[in-house]
């Protein structure tokens, strides 16, 4: 029977093949463990085997596991990585340490005023749209460049990166490449792009931050 830990080692050692293809350090890439739908025993089990970061889709339900597992392992961290509703964002940045999910103006500025309040400072991605479906959240391409300098430079957050979810039918490939290529136009560090699915080709494509959670956790619920 294959174990959690099992999953982990194997996730690891791909990412580490994949670094290594592409002249990178293994060691710049970390590996976000989506435990959405999974109870707080699951995410034990990885923190026992060593894994430290990990991403949640719902501020509620990150509030339901993580603040006892946080108690109990203070170097966790945890980042939100689904869509934030501004109703949420001074619980968001309470317990998140980094929010991938900033998309809109409006939720910046929100977040701003909420960091000021509460004295705490969770590291910012922006969301990109990059094949601009009009059903999912993000910045479209052509108004990345704008955005970054408004939450930067108007709203004063802490922005460090971008973060990218490819439409489900295209090549993910063109959409790390572009993703890349406008964090490096802007100054950014960070790169969050790439799942159970494409994670590899992520990070020959530059990936700093891979979010994997079936290939951790196996099917959903399960």
Known sequence: MTTTTDRLTAVR???????QE?????ASVTLVAVSKTHGAERVRELLQAGQRTFGENRVQEAEGKFPALKAEYPDLELHLIGPLQTNKAREAVALFDVIQSVDRERLAATLAKEMDRAGRRPRCYIQVNTGEEEQKA???PAEVDTFVAVCRDTHKLPVVGLMCIPPVDEEPALH?????KMAARNGLACVSMGMSADYETAV?????????GTALFGERGS
């Open 13 to 19: 050692q791909r990412i580490a093949a994949a670094a």
């Open 22 to 26: 592409a002249g990178r350090d293994p």
């Open 138 to 140: 993000g910045v479209v």
């Open 176 to 180: 790390f490449a572009l993703l890349a």
């Open 204 to 212: 020959k494509l530059g990936a700093t931050h891979v979010r994997v």
